[in-house]
């Protein structure tokens, strides 16, 4: 085998830089692809890709600018590392807030090349390493969680734990103080810049300590290292830890503790850390959470918003494999390479967690592939090492290694190159919540689902009931305000539910409305029932209500249905309405196919839903007029029947609906503009948004 880490610092330090440019160079290719079209960009910068992205964005922002000084969902600046980054980063660069937090992603994410080609280094396989970050820093899963505009703490998801796991190699590999002290530290930080992944860095601290346990017991370091690390994972004051690592580094470099003192004292600190991290509890709330996939089972039967997660489902093995490693063959040759670093370092032993949870994706879903994904590019470039090893010479040796990574970051690059996925919202729709914030108050409420919480409290400066973190039975009530199909309830109930939200110092409405699991529980069917027909005194006005109804929720009505259409004394379905919108139809003439088993049959005045046969009601045509006004012409077919297609012309898009849908809050009020005058007023009526302003 030829010798292959002869390489200097100095030379250390070029392959690094190159790695990280070519990371950050391939997430330019998504802002050449859309900087030139003027629907992605906002203050003369393409805005963000992530809803997420809005929640962190607005803590800065708060800082910055005082806006959301009444939102108590807003996070403060130092809540976390993505946040308290983008505020300072704002406040003492020459960038503005919107070009900060579209590339800081990008440049924080593409950090994971150190420790990869660190941990190359570490076991004398720079090459290994460098091949590894090339690989690692682009792969499918890593790459759409970090890429440019995706700003989330997503961008420390896999990097913190790479350095972490380097950290604790070192430590293993050297023996040295100093790395045990790194690796304490590392840990400390980890939840400030991802609490997400607890779970995963206490899995590595234990795997750390059952391993110097296992094969070096009888040093006098193992004891030494383990107290440091176990009080780095404890779930205490972090200033407090932070004090006490440095404190006791500086006594054991002195050696003013013994060996037997670390023994006795790390028992301690270890059943502090399982006690204090609520670590077992922790681990299974996670597996548990994403298993869980039915209503609440206590109380009032809520549904979960877990079930309409597309993230938090279960996926291919094809899938799993793509987002990993970026093909099957690539996954495969990860699995078997870290078999094989295993058996021939079995210090790699510490990075199963981070492997074992990119597995646990295919029951778990997509987020979790994120984290296998530079363990992965280890150990498939590692495999590639094994087979180049057989060339005698050092050029044939860096041939190989180079073509059979290349081969594996191809279907990367094409994943890369074909993943266009739009900004969270177009340059229209966040004119539209400018002119908001100018005709309202910081302190106004706007209910609506909670996709467009986040971008809301950003480009408008408004609350909401429910937003992207807010995933509480207050979902029931915003559901319910959007589709039920009396205006009057929709009404009183957004006023209720704002009013009660703001008096009861920001709890869920739902459980104080409802009194859920309280013995004098509400009868909801009931309440609401006297909300639509009742003599209800609501409580006194204290801020402006607006409903925002925007054209993108149509993808996602039945979603929202979903968690109003429930009894929840039994937690079963109430009704079976039918919703189906499309962009994509064929119109032969005589059918009109609308795709999944939905078709017009117009010579029979018939809608085909799968093997049956409907009459269809009406056929309603809308379109906007040259002075943005709105053509109705309605077509009966079959009277009283529950069905009726509605083709909106200006949007080239069908939807075909039940009674149920077609007099709701939103259907009425955004696609007809219908609406009750003494209850609502318009404020904008965009094509792409309507937004009413509430009367009582």
Same mark, same amino acid.
């Given at each position: 085998?030829?010798?292959?880490?002869?390489?200097?610092?100095?030379?250390?330090?070029?392959?690094?830089?190159?790695?990280?440019?070519?990371?950050?160079?391939?997430?330019?290719?998504?802002?050449?692809?859309?900087?030139?079209?003027?629907?992605?960009?906002?203050?003369?910068?393409?805005?963000?890709?992530?809803?997420?992205?809005?929640?962190?964005?607005?803590?800065?922002?708060?800082?910055?600018?005082?806006?959301?000084?009444?939102?108590?969902?807003?996070?403060?600046?130092?809540?976390?590392?993505?946040?308290?980054?983008?505020?300072?980063?704002?406040?003492?660069?020459?960038?503005?807030?919107?070009?900060?937090?579209?590339?800081?992603?990008?440049?924080?994410?593409?950090?994971?090349?150190?420790?990869?080609?660190?941990?190359?280094?570490?076991?004398?396989?720079?090459?290994?390493?460098?091949?590894?970050?090339?690989?690692?820093?682009?792969?499918?899963?890593?790459?759409?969680?970090?890429?440019?505009?995706?700003?989330?703490?997503?961008?420390?998801?896999?990097?913190?734990?790479?350095?972490?796991?380097?950290?604790?190699?070192?430590?293993?590999?050297?023996?040295?103080?100093?790395?045990?002290?790194?690796?304490?530290?590392?840990?400390?930080?980890?939840?400030?810049?991802?609490?997400?992944?607890?779970?995963?860095?206490?899995?590595?601290?234990?795997?750390?300590?059952?391993?110097?346990?296992?094969?070096? &017991?009888?040093?006098?370091?193992?004891?030494?290292?383990?107290?440091?690390?176990?009080?780095?994972?404890?779930?205490?004051?972090?200033?407090?830890?932070?004090?006490?690592?440095?404190?006791?580094?500086?006594?054991?470099?002195?050696?003013?503790?013994?060996?037997?003192?670390?023994?006795?004292?790390?028992?301690?600190?270890?059943?502090?850390?399982?006690?204090?991290?609520?670590?077992?509890?922790?681990?299974?709330?996670?597996?548990?959470?994403?298993?869980? &996939?039915?209503?609440?089972?206590?109380?009032?039967?809520?549904?979960?918003?877990?079930?309409?997660?597309?993230?938090?489902?279960?996926?291919?093995?094809?899938?799993?494999?793509? &987002?990993?490693?970026?093909?099957?063959?690539?996954?495969?040759?990860?699995?078997?390479?870290?078999?094989?670093?295993?058996?021939?370092?079995?210090?790699?032993?510490?990075?199963?967690?981070?492997?074992?949870?990119?597995?646990?994706?295919?029951?778990?879903?997509?987020?979790?592939?994120?984290?296998?994904?530079?363990?992965?590019?280890?150990?498939?470039?590692?495999?590639?090492?094994?087979?180049?090893?057989?060339?005698?010479?050092?050029?044939?040796?860096?041939?190989?290694?180079?073509?059979?990574?290349?081969?594996?970051?191809?279907?990367?690059?094409?994943?890369?190159?074909?993943?266009?996925?739009?900004?969270?919202?177009?340059?229209?729709?966040?004119?539209?919540?400018?002119?908001?914030?100018?005709?309202?108050?910081?302190?106004?409420?706007?209910?609506?689902?909670?996709?467009?919480?986040?971008?809301?409290?950003?480009?408008?400066?408004?609350?909401?009931?429910?937003?992207?973190?807010?995933?509480?039975?207050?979902?029931?009530?915003?559901?319910?305000?959007?589709?039920?199909?009396?205006?009057?309830?929709?009404?009183?109930?957004?006023?209720?539910?704002?009013?009660?939200?703001?008096?009861?110092?920001?709890?869920?409405?739902?459980?104080?409305?409802?009194?859920?699991?309280?013995?004098?529980?509400?009868?909801?069917?009931?309440?609401?029932?006297?909300?639509?027909?009742?003599?209800?005194?609501?409580?006194?006005?204290?801020?402006?209500?607006?409903?925002?109804?925007?054209?993108?929720?149509?993808?996602?009505?039945?979603?929202?249905?979903?968690?109003?259409?429930?009894?929840?004394?039994?937690?079963?379905?109430?009704?079976?309405?039918?919703?189906?919108?499309?962009?994509?139809?064929?119109?032969?003439?005589?059918?009109?196919?609308?795709?999944?088993?939905?078709?017009?049959?117009?010579?029979?005045?018939?809608?085909?839903?799968?093997?049956?046969?409907?009459?269809?009601?009406?056929?309603?045509?809308?379109?906007?007029?040259?002075?943005?006004?709105?053509?109705?012409?309605?077509?009966?077919?079959?009277?009283?029947?529950?069905?009726?297609?509605?083709?909106?012309?200006?949007?080239?898009?069908?939807?075909?609906?039940?009674?149920?849908?077609?007099?709701?809050?939103?259907?009425?009020?955004?696609?007809?503009?219908?609406?009750?005058?003494?209850?609502?007023?318009?404020?904008?009526?965009?094509?792409?948004?309507?937004?009413?302003?509430?009367?009582?």
């Amino acid at each position: 085998m030829p010798n292959t880490d002869t390489l200097t610092a100095k030379h250390i330090f070029l392959l690094t830089a190159f790695a990280y440019l070519f990371s950050f160079a391939i997430r330019l290719i998504w802002v050449f692809q859309f900087q030139d079209n003027p629907q992605f960009i906002w203050n003369d910068q393409l805005m963000i890709n992530t809803n997420d992205g809005y929640f962190f964005a607005s803590g800065a922002q708060k800082w910055l600018e005082g806006t959301l000084q009444y939102n108590p969902q807003t996070a403060g600046v130092f809540y976390t590392a993505a946040t308290t980054l983008a505020a300072f980063a704002t406040k003492y660069l020459p960038f503005s807030l919107d070009t900060v937090i579209l590339y800081m992603p990008a440049v924080i994410s593409s950090l994971v090349v150190v420790p990869i080609i660190l941990i190359g280094r570490l076991f004398g396989m720079t090459a290994v390493g460098f091949f590894a970050a090339l690989l690692g820093s682009i792969a499918w899963s890593y790459y759409n969680r970090t890429m440019t505009g995706y700003f989330d703490t997503d961008m420390f998801s896999a990097m913190a734990p790479m350095f972490i796991l380097y950290f604790l190699l070192a430590t293993i590999k050297s023996e040295k103080f100093v790395f045990a002290l790194l690796s304490a530290l590392a840990i400390l930080i980890y939840p400030f810049l991802y609490d997400h992944g607890n779970a995963i860095v206490y899995a590595m601290g234990i795997i750390y300590m059952v391993y110097m346990i296992l094969f070096h &017991r009888k040093d006098a370091f193992t004891y030494h290292s383990i107290l440091l690390i176990s009080i780095g994972l404890m779930n205490i004051h972090i200033g407090l830890q932070f004090l006490v690592i440095i404190a006791l580094f500086a006594a054991i470099k002195k050696e003013l503790i013994s060996a037997n003192i670390s023994l006795y004292a790390s028992i301690i600190t270890v059943f502090l850390f399982l006690y204090t991290g609520h670590v077992f509890d922790l681990i299974w709330s996670k597996v548990a959470l994403y298993f869980n &996939r039915g209503v609440e089972s206590q109380g009032l039967h809520f549904y979960q918003v877990i079930q309409t997660v597309r993230e938090a489902g279960q996926i291919p093995f094809e899938t799993m494999a793509n &987002r990993i490693s970026g093909s099957v063959l690539g996954l495969f040759a990860a699995l078997a390479g870290y078999i094989v670093l295993v058996i021939r370092h079995k210090e790699f032993i510490l990075a199963l967690p981070l492997i074992g949870i990119g597995v646990f994706s295919l029951i778990g879903g997509l987020r979790f592939t994120v984290y296998a994904v530079p363990v992965a590019a280890i150990s498939a470039v590692f495999l590639f090492h094994v087979i180049a090893m057989y060339a005698k010479e050092k050029k044939f040796y860096y041939l190989v290694l180079a073509l059979l990574t290349a081969a594996t970051i191809y279907p990367n690059i094409t994943h890369i190159i074909g993943y266009k996925v739009p900004t969270v919202f177009m340059q229209q729709e966040v004119k539209i919540l400018d002119d908001l914030k100018k005709k309202s108050s910081s302190k106004d409420y706007v209910v609506t689902w909670w996709d467009y919480g986040y971008p809301i409290w950003y480009y408008g400066d408004k609350n909401t009931l429910i937003d992207g973190g807010k995933h509480n039975n207050d979902n029931f009530i915003v559901s319910e305000i959007l589709l039920t199909t009396s205006p009057l309830e929709a009404a009183r109930l957004s006023r209720i539910a704002v009013e009660t939200y703001v008096e009861s110092n920001y709890k869920t409405v739902a459980d104080t409305l409802f009194k859920n699991r309280q013995k004098d529980q509400v009868d909801v069917s009931a309440y609401l029932e006297n909300l639509r027909y009742g003599d209800v005194q609501l409580p006194e006005k204290s801020r402006d209500i607006f409903l925002y109804l925007p054209m993108r929720m149509l993808d996602i009505l039945p979603t929202v249905k979903i968690f109003s259409n429930l009894d929840l004394s039994t937690g079963k379905p109430i009704s079976n309405p039918f919703f189906y919108s499309t962009q994509r139809f064929q119109d032969s003439g005589s059918v009109i196919q609308f795709g999944n088993g939905v078709a017009l049959l117009k010579q029979e005045g018939m809608v085909q839903i799968g093997d049956q046969k409907v009459p269809l009601g009406e056929f309603i045509k809308i379109r906007y007029t040259k002075d943005g006004k709105l053509d109705i012409n309605r077509q009966t077919i079959t009277p009283m029947s529950r069905l009726t297609i509605i083709y909106l012309e200006s949007y080239q898009r069908f939807l075909i609906l039940d009674n149920e849908y077609l007099n709701s809050t939103f259907i009425q009020m955004y696609v007809f503009e219908n609406y009750d005058k003494e209850l609502f007023e318009p404020v904008i009526l965009d094509p792409l948004v309507k937004i009413y302003k509430l009367k009582v």
